[in-house]
């Protein structure tokens, strides 16, 4: 069974910090993963996805990578700013089934 | 506008009552899922149909049946609702062999009383 594990649960960073959220999962067979945001009460908005051959995907002050053999993702955040408050969850996509990690709660401080 | 549509938005329902969220997606997806989120958690899948007429149960099926009957619409249906079911559900869709990420509904937020 597939598990998805967010570390950390939460994060306070004052603005302008540079940070890195990680997300590690158990089984390596997977066709993707994709990096979402969710804002309270809100739906999910999706950041980055990045296929099982690729080794990074980059959007403006976004960058995720993906070790599979590892079982290891991580989103980096540069120069953050309070707008990036919120919480960010990673998936991982095969056949169909998806399994979502808990997620990162990020506070930027202004 | 092309994208994933649920509704309702808000719905409360008594223990007992039955119920079906729909979705409903433009975008000639072939994969389409539902999930469940309650608070301070991920989301956790229901069921999932990787094409019309295919559907597979996820992590947390019990007491939940959907079907595929085109490749538009993937209904989600609440055979006898229970106090446990209260939580928000998202339907999502994607293209065919995971070749593109998931676009996710907005959402419905139920309530069993």
């Known amino acids: 069974k597939q598990e998805v594990t967010q570390i950390p649960a939460a994060l306070s960073v004052p603005e302008g910090e540079n940070l890195v959220l990680n997300c590690s999962f158990t089984d390596s067979a997977i066709y993707n993963l994709q990096w979402f945001r969710q804002d309270p009460g809100k739906g999910l908005t999706s950041l980055l996805l990045?296929?099982?051959?690729?080794r990074e995907q980059t959007s403006g002050r976004l960058n995720a990578s993906l070790d599979k053999s590892s079982g290891r993702s991580t989103l980096y955040i540069a120069a953050s700013q309070p707008g990036d408050s919120a919480t960010y969850l990673c998936?991982?996509?095969?056949?169909?089934?998806?399994?979502f990690g808990d997620g990162t709660t990020l506070t930027v401080k202004p | 506008n092309a994208g994933v549509t649920q509704t309702p938005k808000f719905q409360v329902l008594k223990t007992g009552q039955s119920m079906t969220l729909q979705c409903a997606q433009d975008?000639?997806?072939?994969?389409m899922s539902w999930y469940r989120q309650d608070p301070g958690m991920g989301l956790r899948l229901i069921h999932y149909s990787v094409g019309a007429g295919i559907t597979d149960q996820g992590e947390v099926p019990n007491g939940y049946n959907v079907s595929r009957s085109t490749t538009e619409d993937f209904p989600l249906r609440l055979l006898s609702a229970a106090p446990s079911q209260t939580s928000v559900y998202f339907c999502?869709?994607?293209?065919?062999?995971?070749?593109?990420?998931?676009?996710f509904g907005s959402g419905t937020r139920l309530t069993v009383v």
């Open positions: 998936a991982v996509h095969n056949a169909g089934k998806s399994t």
């Open positions: 999502a869709s994607s293209y065919g062999g995971d070749a593109t990420g998931y676009t």
């Open positions: 975008m000639n997806h072939e994969y």
């Open positions: 990045i296929q099982s051959s690729q």
